[in-house]
């Protein structure tokens, strides 16, 4: 089946710093890439739809200033998590649709983020 | 829009036991349906999909999972549960056609020996 990997896997930071999860398609391409994130003992919630060669689509309440998404190619999709404060701390899952019709998402394994 | 509703955040069975895992959705529209499982520590993975047809739907290790769309549900089944099958699990919805998942709040799935 297809594959999505990110990276990293893990990541600890310091409050004010940024940093960048990526999201891979690893044998197929993908137009459109799904940002989620999962805070502890939660459930996902969907945070931005990453377009290839267009701006992301936010969902309500999702600071786009904050959450940059750039969607690089057909199989990488990036998330920067800017001036990240400890409240940002939690598991961030991509995904990406296959190909074909009535295709279903794939999920990346998640980065974990820690702020301290 | 829709939503989904996970009846049960933890579910505790002995092995070999049966076990359903409960989930309701509501939509305007015609949905696909999902679950999805995650073991400890690792991603999201398929269980299985209702996108058409029969309402009865099977995965390759013992779970079933039905579609009533009189009562909105999707429950998930498996008659004798493993100790391997302690996991997470996501029931999510979407929109036919759409690609955005909705998840429902998780059911934790454990088994005692």
């Known amino acids: 089946g297809a594959v999505v990997s990110q990276h990293p896997s893990w990541v600890i930071c310091k409050s004010g710093t940024s940093v960048k999860i990526e999201c891979r398609s690893l044998d197929f391409q993908a137009t459109t890439m799904f940002w989620y994130r999962q805070f502890p003992k939660q459930s996902l919630m969907l945070m931005a739809t990453?377009?290839?060669?267009?701006?992301?689509?936010?969902e309500q309440g999702v600071e786009k200033d904050k959450f940059l998404i750039n969607h690089a190619s057909l199989t990488l999709s990036t998330l920067t998590v800017t001036s990240a404060h400890p409240e940002d701390s939690s598991f961030y899952i991509c995904?990406?649709?296959?190909?074909?019709?009535?295709?279903?998402?794939?999920f990346g394994p998640g980065t974990r983020l820690l702020v301290l | 829009a829709q939503s989904v509703t996970q009846l049960d955040s933890q579910v505790p069975v002995f092995e070999e036991a049966p076990v359903e895992l409960r989930c309701n959705y509501s939509?305007?529209?015609?949905?696909?349906l999902f679950w999805y499982v995650q073991y400890p520590n690792q991603g999201l993975q398929l269980l299985l999909k209702?996108?058409?047809?029969?309402?009865l739907v099977e995965s390759i290790n013992g779970f079933e999972a039905e579609f009533n769309k009189s009562q909105t549900s999707f429950h998930l089944r498996k008659p004798s549960v493993h100790i391997s099958d302690t996991a997470e699990y996501f029931c999510?919805?979407?929109?036919?056609?759409?690609?955005?998942?909705?998840f429902g709040q998780g059911t934790r799935l454990t088994i005692n020996p």
């Open positions: 939509s305007s529209v015609s949905v696909y």
């Open positions: 990453s377009n290839e060669g267009s701006k992301a689509t936010y």
């Open positions: 995904s990406a649709p296959g190909t074909g019709p009535k295709e279903t998402q794939y």
């Open positions: 999510a919805v979407s929109g036919v056609g759409a690609q955005k998942l909705v």
């Open positions: 209702y996108l058409s047809g029969s309402t």
